[in-house]
T-cell receptor, first 113, second 114 residues
Framework: AQTVTQSQPEMSVQEAETVTLSCTYD???????LFWYKQPPSRQMILVIR??????QNATENRFSVNFQKAAKSFSLKISDSQLGDAAMYFC??????????FGAGTRLTVKP | DGGITQSPKYLFRKEGQNVTLSCEQN?????MYWYRQDPGQGLRLIYY???????QKGDIAEGYSVSREKKESFPLTVTSAQKNPTAFYLC?????????????FGPGTRLTVL
């Protein structure tokens, strides 16, 4: 099974600043998809952003963007202009046509006012 | 509004009892999933179903059972054989094996064994 590693159990950022959350994954496949999910205190999982492996252009969704390095198998999430509502657990996930969704252990993000 | 509902939100069970967690979706999704979430760990797949009347074991299926008699419903039974059932359980659905098959999640059920 593929593995997803989030090496930062906790991160903090000052409101309005930028923070980057790391994610690496292990796969031998060339066609796959990567996701970042947010889980706020309500525990509802919300999709933040997604990336297809065959697309070289990094995905962007408003203040959220990714740095996808396919050769390095790295998929980091950058949050710009951090807001108090961004405080949550963030999960990196991997999925391929032949495999189920695989989640990392998560990074808890704290936003300081 | 389309979405996924899980009930109850909190569930308490005595040791040795079976308990069933409900999951319903009105998104017309073919695939449904059950995950378990423990502190400090990511989501782990218990069971999934790609189509009605068919389901497959995930990574941690022991002590759990499911059924998929209707497209909209995918209940999970936690049996007395599950040694450590206290956890947060998430149900999800997706359109199937399409390229952008992100998963949509329900609000979860917190199960506590007393």
């Amino acid at each position: 099974a593929q593995t997803v590693t989030q090496s930062q159990p906790e991160m903090s950022v000052q409101e309005a600043e930028t923070v980057t959350l790391s994610c690496t994954y292990d796969t031998s496949e060339s066609d796959y998809y990567l996701f970042w999910y947010k889980q706020p205190p309500s525990r509802q999982m919300i999709l933040v952003i997604r990336q297809e492996a065959y697309k070289q252009q990094n995905a962007t969704e408003n203040r959220f963007s990714v740095n996808f390095q396919k050769a390095a198998k790295s998929f980091s999430l950058k949050i710009s202009d951090s807001q108090l509502g961004d405080a949550a657990m963030y999960f990196c996930a991997y999925r391929s046509p032949l495999d189920d969704m695989r989640f990392g252990a998560g990074t808890r993000l704290t936003v300081k006012p | 509004d389309g979405g996924i509902t899980q009930s109850p939100k909190y569930l308490f069970r005595k040791e040795g009892q079976n308990v069933t967690l409900s999951c319903e979706q009105n998104l017309n999704h073919d695939a449904m999933y059950w995950y378990r979430q423990d502190p400090g760990q990511g989501l782990r797949l218990i069971y999934y179903s790609q189509i009605v009347n068919d389901f497959q074991k995930g990574d941690i299926a022991e002590g759990y059972s499911v059924s998929r008699e209707k497209k909209e419903s995918f209940p999970l039974t936690v049996t007395s054989a599950q040694k450590n059932p206290t956890a947060f359980y998430l149900c999800a659905s997706s359109t199937g094996q399409g390229r952008y098959n992100e998963q949509f999640f329900g609000p979860g059920t917190r199960l506590t064994v007393l």
